[in-house]
């Protein structure tokens, strides 16, 4: 029988691990030095903040796996033997595979500041960071982040909870803007502003300072101030986790380089989720997409290849969603953070600056190119088949309220979005 | 993995401060208990309820006012009271001790079978002779309770999910339907000589409605008795598949029903401790269809009893009534056996065909054996049973005693029989469902730990199915607590409404026919 073996048991692994099982009968092993199942990362901040146990971050019951023989293996792999076919893990051990899948994930970016292995310094993506971010706020008063993503934004809600003064360093001039538009992103950084976030625009992290026990006592601005804090919170990205791999055949840039049908250089070797770079990414991509969605969509698509029905990744129109504090945020379609040429926006913010969208179309053609949306809840397959139907900016306008997927009774603000639009209209 | 941090379970001074004006007024009622006799009962009863609204009311206030509005559930599983812990026991023992008394202890509480109350029923004298124009029993002191907790915490919870319109309303709802309809009108309708009646309280929650006293008693009383009896009647067999069809089991579960009332107000710092294994459910299933076997079988023993025999007096016979129960059950099961049965699960369609099958085996053994009795025990005695194992035990001392412990719907979950033939109803016949966005579901899990029914709503959500499950009750926080905006309860076409898509949106078209196709 065929041995598939993927390692990592976050969402890309699994996934492509379910969709195998659903198609072929193939002997399936997955393996994570990480944790015992398979659980949502993107949740782990509500273990901290109390709104969850452990146990409600595991989307599948315990019993799960065994049912479907998918086998579950904790330990970590050190190092790949391509030629043979074998995985050495750090106990010694090795275990040979047919097939081989490499979902590690990401790990947090450190830029080489000084300071930054001083302990009460971390980042926040597995759940050893989570462990950790627990010990280290035990006796926290104050913490300052660094870089303002939304890991960033998660970690400040976190820490807020615990009654802990954050200190928020940002690049950007407003948050996330390297992403939303101005508008968008300036409503964003008010609303973090009045959670009680000390929000710092385009200040950057110099060094880190250590008290005498090597733990952090304080932190450096590009512009030499001094702050004060007992936790170091490092959020300025995610990168692809392949140390274990660099140094061997695979072929590898920022990620592990795969082509459209995410297969390595080397043959029974594929890459998915955060871990992979798509050598020709499909137009408005990016080449490496540390998402949930993106992950979950690759496993999907491998497991066909896998299963017999050898299948290009395609993923569809993007799409993705974030929570700022109190803010939702949704986004279909293409808003570029800094319009081009031929990209229009149409922006509308509620005056309560908790509501807003942002629609970015194309200047000549009047082709709806996507929308952003804050407070205000929109039907994915809607959007989906606006896109994919090339409708005008008229006709998104018009039929908004179709899109509409807020909970019932809430106010409706489609006509004061139509009627802002058209009062702007001349200035388009 | 440990979590010893608990900073944000920790009470500020006001909230103690609340507390404490809080505890003060539920001694004086503890001290009522204890038989001091209280010199001002009006006065001390004001005060006692006064303090314990006005305590919460403070509490509620600097717990939300002042923050945003938005989810508020942080440390909700740090905090003892919320989260199993010592506190938690305290609190679901106390109130299963206060049921254990209320039910078959009243004595304690100060009802004595000559003379006039003494105790906590006396000092609720005065608020009954107000309303009903009658002294105080158990029952009503219970019910002002009732009613109070689900004014005070449904304030809470109204300040809780102010940011959600759906939340709001429904509460009002709730606190109209519990305050008017559930303790006012029936106490108002003694004092006019009238039966005691609860229109929102429908059979077969409400078991007794269909029982010969009460039977006599709304014959007795006239045209208006005909027409609450009437009114019970059209309830059950029209009202309810109707506004279910449109709106699903929650325009009763989660808007109108007392039950529900209380477990959403009063109920909801518990909502996250209902158990969401599918073996859970499993049992669920078992034990919820079988009070509704129960509860039928037991009220068709009682009117056969209470039936004569001759068609001079009555058209509506033993013979008829009988014939005519058992006809109808094989009718709805018929027709649901025909046009739903691609929608039932195997043991679904198992369960119910057996059940079918005993209660017709039954039926005929005990006619054909001519002993008067329908079920093997004689309707009153059934009645008996039901009240105590299912009445009282279940819905009082498990399914509130309980809160702190197994959340808010233990009773609405595994034991209302009401609860089970909406759900049938919602499962088989509504346009109700819970949609899920297409493919923005992260699988956090938010949802299915605040579900108090115990629905893993995240199963179905990350898979991009919508959710149809009977024991819905629409309560809606799935949907409030989701961070990504991935759930929204409606009511549309019944075409898609059970959809089941493998790959989710998002991914190229191709492989998403591709795979549905083969799931077809």
């Known amino acids: ?428 | 993995m440990s979590l010893a941090a608990e900073a944000p379970a920790k009470l500020s001074t006001t909230q103690r401060l609340a507390s404490g004006i809080g505890l003060v007024g539920l001694f004086i009622l503890v001290l009522a208990v204890a038989n001091v006799n209280f010199p001002n009962k009006t006065l001390f009863l004001s005060l006692s309820l006064g303090l314990i609204t006005v305590g919460t009311v403070i509490f509620a206030n600097d717990l939300y006012l002042g923050k945003h509005a938005g989810i508020k559930n942080d440390g909700v599983w740090f905090k003892s009271l919320s989260g199993r812990g010592f506190w938690a026991w305290i609190l679901g023992i106390s109130l299963t001790l206060f049921y254990i008394v209320l039910y078959w202890y009243p004595q304690y509480l100060g009802l004595n079978a000559d003379g006039a109350n003494t105790g906590i029923i006396a000092l609720f004298d005065p608020l009954s002779q107000l309303i009903s124009g009658n002294p105080a029993s158990q029952w009503f002191v219970y019910g002002t309770l009732y009613t109070v907790a689900i004014l005070i915490f449904g304030y809470k919870f109204i300040l809780k999910y102010r940011n959600n319109r759906y939340e709001v309303i429904r509460t009002f709802s709730v606190i109209f339907f519990q305050l008017g309809f559930a303790f006012l009108l029936p106490e108002i309708l003694i004092r006019l000589n009238q039966p005691y009646y609860n229109p929102a309280n429908i059979w077969p929650l409400n078991y007794d409605l269909f029982t010969d006293y009460k039977i006599n008693e709304f014959l007795s009383a006239g045209n208006i008795g005909v027409i609450m009896l009437a009114f019970g009647l059209i309830s059950i067999f029209v009202i309810t598949p109707i506004l279910t069809y449109k709106y699903g089991k929650r325009w009763y579960c989660s808007w109108v029903c007392g039950c529900g009332g209380l477990a959403e107000t009063a109920g909801d710092p518990y909502r996250h401790l209902s158990n969401k294994s599918q073996y859970a459910w499993k049992i669920e299933r078992w034990v919820i269809h079988s009070v509704l076997v129960f509860v039928t079988v037991m009220t068709i023993a009682v009117l056969y009893s209470f039936l004569g025999d001759s068609v001079n007096d009555f058209w509506l016979t033993k013979d008829v009534f009988l014939w005519g129960s058992a006809g109808f059950l094989t009718l709805l099961f018929a027709i649901i056996m025909i046009f739903k049965r691609k929608e039932l699960a195997k043991d679904a369609k198992y369960g119910a065909i057996g059940y079918l099958v005993v209660i017709l085996a039954i039926i005929s053994i005990n006619y054909l054996s001519g002993n008067g009795n329908i079920f093997f025990f004689a309707g009153y005695q059934l009645r008996e049973w039901y009240g105590f194992l299912i009445g009282a035990v279940f819905s009082g001392v498990i399914g509130v005693g309980f809160y702190p412990i197994f959340g808010s719907r233990v009773w609405c979950r595994y034991g209302c029989p009401m609860a089970a033939i909406l759900g049938m109803q919602q499962r088989l016949f509504s346009r109700f469902r819970i949609t899920t966005n297409g493919g923005q579901c992260i699988s956090c899990g938010n949802c299915s730990t605040y579900c108090e029914m115990g629905i893993d709503v995240r199963a179905y959500a990350q898979k991009g199915e919508n959710i149809v499950r009977s024991s819905c009750v629409g309560c809606g926080i799935c949907s409030a607590v989701c961070p990504r905006g991935v759930l929204k309860l409606e009511n549309d076409d019944l075409d898609g409404r059970i959809n089941s898509e493998e790959v989710l949106l998002g991914n190229d078209v191709d492989l998403m026919d591709l795979v549905n196709q083969k799931s077809e």
Not at chain 1, 199 to 206: N, Q, V
Request: glycine letters at 6%.
């Open chain 1, 1 to 428: 029988m065929e041995h598939i073996v993927i390692i990592g048991n976050g969402i890309a692994g699994i996934t492509c691990a379910r969709h195998i099982r659903k198609n072929s009968g193939a002997k399936i092993t997955v393996i994570s030095a990480e944790s015992d199942y398979f659980f949502s990362r993107t949740a782990l901040m509500y273990v901290y903040m109390g709104h969850m146990q452990w146990n409600h971050l595991k989307p599948y019951e315990d019993w799960f796996w065994e049912k479907n023989r998918i086998e579950l293996k904790k330990a970590r792999v050190n190092k790949i033997d391509f030629e043979e076919k074998i995985l050495h893990f750090a106990s010694e051990k090795t275990l040979d595979y047919d097939k081989l899948v490499i979902a590690t994930g990401s790990v947090y970016n450190k830029f080489g500041w000084d300071g930054q292995d001083l302990k009460g310094v971390q980042g926040l993506v597995s759940k050893q960071d989570l462990e950790l971010l627990e010990e280290n706020t035990q006796n926290c008063k104050k913490a300052v982040i660094i870089g303002g993503g939304l890991i960033g934004v998660e970690l400040a809600e976190m820490l807020k909870t615990r009654n802990i003064e954050v200190t928020f360093l940002i690049r950007e001039e407003a948050f996330w803007h390297n992403m939303l538009p101005i508008q968008d992103a300036k409503m964003i950084s008010e609303h973090i502003k009045s959670q009680g976030v000390d929000l710092r625009h385009e200040t950057e992290l110099d060094k880190i300072i250590s008290d005498e026990n090597g733990r952090v006592k304080s932190i450096i601005t590009n512009s030499g101030e001094e702050i004060e804090c007992q936790l170091v919170g490092l959020c300025t990205g995610v990168r692809p986790n392949i140390d274990f791999l660099k140094n061997s055949e695979l072929e590898t840039d920022k990620g592990m380089l795969v082509d459209e049908f995410l297969q390595t250089n080397i043959k029974d070797v594929y890459a998915i989720g955060d871990c992979a770079q798509l050598k020709q990414p499909p137009a408005h991509r990016k080449s490496i997409e540390a998402v949930w969605y993106s992950g979950r969509m690759m496993g999907e698509t491998l497991a066909q290849t896998l299963t017999g029905n050898v299948m290009k990744y395609k993923p569809g129109n993007w799409f993705n969603s974030a929570k700022f504090f109190d803010v939702e945020y949704q986004t279909y379609g293409q808003v570029s953070a800094l319009p081009g040429e031929n990209e229009m926006h149409f922006h509308w913010q509620h005056k309560d600056n908790t509501k807003a969208i942002t629609i970015a179309f194309e200047s000549n053609s009047n082709k709806f190119l996507g929308i952003n949306t804050f407070g205000i809840r929109m039907r994915h397959p809607v959007f989906d088949k606006w896109l994919n139907e090339d409708r005008k900016i008229d006709h998104v306008l018009a039929n908004l309220k179709q899109a509409n997927f807020d909970p019932e009774f809430y106010t409706r603000h489609e006509k004061e979005i139509f009627k802002s639009f058209k009062e702007n209209l001349q200035e388009f």
